[in-house]
């Protein structure tokens, strides 16, 4: 680097500078007209040219010498590679002797200074969105996204926030839901589409809510008394009022009714909805009843499309041969009619409709409809607005889906529903040509599929993994969605202030102490959208956030995949972290998976099936996915690989680890308690501990599970910075009573600690 340093003053006194006229292209709007201005990529310096000295400001960045404030990051990135360096420097200077004629990232930047003194609808569709890495301002172009909800009737520049209490029906729900995912995807698109809907469902919205519309944010509130031009709320309080707001938006949609009968068709309704337009509906509800007195069309019903299927008979209308079960018939009618429009890069498993229906037989111990985070309604909104594929089914191919009378009674084959699953996961593998997407959802297991309530023959959680290795198979990465969440339509358009973002780093070097036994806890379970988002909010925002923050080192395992979705919660808590904040990849890496399962003919223990041999091996495209994420958010440990009941640390995963998370990870495989992969440690993460778990439970694991090392690592679960600080109190407290000396690190202090003693097995 001081070589780069000296090579760059010297060039700067033997060239001087090779100035150039500012320009303004002249495609695009005049320097200045809506507070928006043009610099020259590699102009750091703006002084109108492109010069030696601008060369030296990057490299006087890259020691550290100056801060760039943004945009002037951008700028002086003229290789295009997200980060502001020597080669950039080289690059300029090139530009400045004539060896080069431009930069590949192109000629200009586009700066947005202010608001424009015109309308909504056009500040909206002129404002930069470049820092938008989701595709939220881009067309799918995996999906038919032709359909376009017509929101004239409504107030342009309007944020409409509808009240809990609107929401407290299911059937209502899912129409508001539904219609929230439609219009919100628009939002930005085009000069027409300035509308938002956000339904203020938990004290998190409104927290959320405050940040997203905040000054210079593409959802800007208006001010009248500073005459700051943004968007205006309008509050929802009632049925009623919502839809004498909405009425005519729902009208031009029209509905699409699903069959109480055939719950499945609830998860078909809410797919065509993301490619129509058309809002589910149950028929026959009270809701149909109301909506048709007002005189709402029915576009499309599935109303006994599917109740009279018999096995190995075509269905009605369909080249398809039914397999007897009402639910898997509609599932593959789908696939075969609608998943080829659907998008590759997401896919919803989300329950059905049956938590909708009073009385279904499937629960018996609920006679009523349930509500609450039961039902996933609130998820809706995002999964239409990604025109995601829904379905809803069992993974265990070993026993009759306890929601499927047609497997229970003999109609149909028992493990049909994993076999309908493996054909839609391969379908979205295949149209995808192995590119790894994202899989949103969870096992309902306080419902169905475990033995739960007695409704399956394995537990919550190993159905929870025998998921995740299924999913990993086809090249999915899950967003772990069990909470039922709201606004994520709404909050994957907000567009980050930042294309990539500085972790932190310990301030001093510990030495290793042979007499000392090092420790770290790990602060997970950060693999879904929905616990981050309110998570993030209660720990960090909620009154000042918990006040023990940044008192100790804290290690945040937070996924960087659901960056896509929840993108305001990065910026937060990037933008606000203490020296003592440290960021980690959460489950299994950018998101959750079974890395094992990856690997090419990966065999799953619990179940026996084998990944598909066509699929091949995945781990260099899951170290590509992830390298992507570990770049942007400065990330380069791997808080807890999940590997399902796979034991040791194979070379494989490590290999395919060791390319994005060099320093190191934890684990949940316990017989590679400390394993070292070409210098990057494994460690074996302690799962379970808590406030209320005993020091003795801690000492135990740190003497005799790791007995001969001086390393040992914890995971606990939605942990607040208060409920570690008690955990280290009350450990070291203790190991001192047993006369052993403890000491608790950062995550980056305990992997250098190992490498400094030389410790672990190694993995080949």
């Not at 780069?4 to 006194?13: C, E, H, M, R, T």
């Not at 469902?201 to 959320?208: E, R, Y």
């Not at 406030?691 to 000492?699: A, D, E, H, I, M």
């Amino acid at each position: 680097m001081k070589r780069w340093l000296s090579f760059g003053l010297a060039v700067f006194l033997l060239l001087g500078s090779v100035p150039f006229a500012a320009a303004t292209p002249s495609d695009v709007e005049p320097a200045g007209e809506y507070g928006i201005h043009y610099v020259k990529y590699g102009d750091l310096n703006t002084d109108e040219s492109i010069t030696a000295a601008d060369a030296l400001a990057v490299l006087q960045a890259t020691v550290g010498k100056v801060q760039l404030q943004d945009p002037y990051p951008t700028v002086g990135d003229v290789n295009g590679d997200g980060t502001v360096g020597a080669a950039d420097a080289l690059l300029i200077l090139q530009f400045v002797v004539g060896k080069l004629t431009g930069f590949s990232v192109g000629e200009y930047y586009r700066i947005v200074t202010q608001l424009p003194p015109t309308t909504v609808q056009e500040y909206i569709t002129r404002y930069d969105t470049s820092h938008s890495l989701n595709g939220a301002y881009e067309k799918d172009v995996t999906a038919d996204t032709s359909c376009s909800v017509d929101v004239s009737s409504l107030t342009a520049g309007t944020i409409y926030r509808v009240a809990s209490a609107v929401v407290n029906d299911t059937d209502r729900a899912r129409l508001i839901y539904s219609l929230q995912g439609l219009i919100n995807r628009d939002f930005g698109m085009d000069e027409h589409h300035s509308v938002l809907v956000y339904v203020t469902k938990d004290t998190s919205d409104v927290g959320w809510l405050t940040e997203i519309t905040a000054d210079g944010t593409i959802m800007q509130m208006a001010d009248p008394e500073k005459e700051q031009l943004g968007l205006t709320a309008v509050r929802i309080n009632t049925w009623e009022a919502f839809l004498q707001h909405f009425e005519q938006v729902i009208a031009s949609c029209g509905l699409i009714l699903w069959d109480g009968n055939v719950p499945a068709t609830a998860n078909a309704a809410a797919t065509i909805c993301g490619l129509d337009g058309y809002l589910p509906v149950l028929a026959q509800s009270p809701l149909h009843t109301k909506l048709a007195s007002l005189g709402i069309p029915v576009k499309q019903t599935l109303l006994g499309r599917f109740e009279n299927g018999k096995r190995g008979q075509p269905l009605a209308d369909s080249t398809l041969i039914s397999t007897g079960s009402a639910k898997n018939d509609t599932y593959l009618w789908m696939l075969e009619n609608y998943f080829p429009r659907c998008t590759t890069t997401h896919i919803a498993y989300v329950q059905d409709g049956a938590v909708a229906i009073k009385g279904y037989e499937a629960y018996p111990d609920h006679p009523t409809a349930l509500l609450g985070g039961s039902n996933h309604l609130a998820n809706h909104d995002y999964y239409i607005a990604r025109r995601c594929f829904f379905f809803d089914l069992a993974v265990n191919p070993n026993e009759a889906a306890c929601d499927d009378p047609a497997q229970k009674n003999g109609q149909a084959d028992i493990g049909l529903d994993n076999d309908t699953m493996c054909k839609i996961l391969q379908a979205r593998y295949d149209r995808a040509k192995g590119a790894f997407g994202q899989f949103l959802g969870f096992v309902p297991w306080w419902s169905k599929y475990t033995t739960h309530g007695g409704q399956g023959s394995i537990a919550p959680t190993w159905v929870e993994w025998l998921l995740a290795e299924t999913v990993s198979c086809y090249n999915l990465a899950k967003d772990a969605d069990v909470a039922n969440t709201a606004n994520h339509s709404v909050y994957y358009k907000y567009v980050p202030r930042h294309k990539t973002y500085k972790n932190n780093a310990p301030k001093t070097k510990t030495v290793f102490d042979p007499d000392v036994s090092y420790y770290t806890l790990y602060l997970g379970d950060y693999d879904s959208s929905a616990w981050v988002k309110d998570y993030v909010y209660s720990m960090w925002m909620q009154r000042g956030g918990d006040k023990n923050r940044g008192q100790l080192p804290l290690m945040w395992g937070y996924n960087p995949n659901l960056s896509h979705r929840i993108p305001m919660v990065f910026d937060y808590v990037y933008e606000n972290k203490t020296d003592l904040d440290f960021f980690v990849c959460g489950n299994s890496g950018a998101g959750y998976v079974m890395p094992s399962a990856l690997v090419a003919d990966y065999q799953m223990p619990l179940i026996g099936k084998a990944r598909p041999t066509g699929n091949g091996d995945a781990t260099d495209a899951w170290a590509d996915y992830c390298k992507a994420f570990y770049k942007r958010f400065d990330l380069d440990i791997t808080g807890f690989i999940i590997n399902s009941s796979v034991l040791t640390v194979e070379p494989q995963v490590a290999r395919c680890y060791n390319r994005f998370s060099p320093v190191g990870s934890l684990t949940n495989m316990t017989q590679t308690m400390l394993g070292v992969y070409e210098g990057t440690p494994y460690v074996y993460c302690q799962n379970g501990v808590d406030v209320n778990t005993s020091p003795s439970v801690l000492y135990s694991h740190l003497t005799d599970r790791m007995r001969g090392y001086n390393f040992a690592a914890y995971r606990t679960v939605l942990a607040t910075p208060t409920n570690i600080k008690q955990i280290v109190s009350s450990f070291d407290a203790y190991a001192a009573e047993k006369g052993v000396t403890t000491q608790y690190v950062d995550p980056y202090t305990f992997f250098d600690l190992i490498r400094q003693s030389e410790q672990g097995t190694v993995i080949c």
